[in-house]
């Protein structure tokens, strides 16, 4: 599973290295379609409105960042973090209750992002976990790798997102329409710019994770078997 989730890393940081580049709105070019499989179609139109991409993304978004904070508030747990954790399954279930603002989102982001970066010190410096550690450690192997997985399946909304409203910008002329046009699509704009790296630094942190439990001698095989594989 190792050598899957690094291959995977790689591939992921290549296919969104120009996904800040598709915002521009010039010729687009799929960011996803190393991952998804599809065609580099510049011309045809997506089959989802702009507006409906968008509602689609932040849905999906909303559920796997839920997923992952939950997981992470385990690993904060198993640090004996108790006040951390609690913020975390607090911004957690207000992803999974799916009334979240644009603020809402981008501070979700953030944290999930902060906290992988955290996670992931602690897991490189593969301290002796104490027998309490361990159990929560446990706790927390399924449903990170589950989550890491949930939120690698975003790809497909971001592509169908950032192919709808450049077709869409691009129909338009006025600068004043594009600039409020850019406004309504503030947030899907904003998780197709930020999540694609941490995407990226989630498969990195889960790899670290799985090498952490191993070290201390927890039973990886049920989280060895959810495969991050490609579409």
Do not use: C, W
């Not at 290295?17 to 960011?31: D, H, L, R, V």
């Not at 999906?60 to 939950?70: F, N, P």
């Not at 975003?154 to 997102?161: E, Q």
């Amino acid at each position: 599973m190792n050598r899957t989730i690094l291959a995977l890393t790689i591939l992921i940081s290549f296919s969104f290295s120009n996904i800040s580049e598709a915002q521009s709105f010039g010729k687009f070019k799929n960011p996803l379609s190393a991952l998804t499989g599809e065609k580099e179609e510049t011309d045809e139109a997506p089959t989802l409105s702009v507006d409906q991409a968008q509602a689609e993304l932040i849905l999906a978004l909303q559920s796997a960042l839920g997923d992952v904070l939950a997981a992470q508030a385990l690993i904060e747990e198993a640090k004996g973090n108790k006040d951390v954790a609690a913020k975390l399954n607090n911004v957690s279930q207000e992803m999974l209750g799916g009334d979240a603002t644009t603020d809402d989102i981008k501070g979700a982001v953030t944290l999930t992002s902060d906290m992988t970066k955290a996670h992931g010190e602690t897991f490189e410096e593969s301290k002796e976990m104490t027998d309490d550690a361990k159990s929560l450690y446990a706790k927390a192997l399924v449903p990170y790798i589950s989550s890491v997985a949930k939120t690698k399946a975003l790809a497909g909304a971001i592509s169908n997102f950032m192919q709808a409203s450049q077709n869409e910008l691009k129909s338009i002329r006025n600068p004043m329409q594009i600039r409020k046009l850019k406004g309504t699509l503030e947030t899907g704009l904003f998780i197709g710019k930020t999540v694609p790296k941490l995407i990226v630094n989630l498969v990195k942190s889960s790899v670290g994770l799985l090498s952490f439990a191993r070290k201390n001698g927890l039973d990886t095989s049920k989280a060895d078997d959810i495969e991050l594989e490609l579409d």
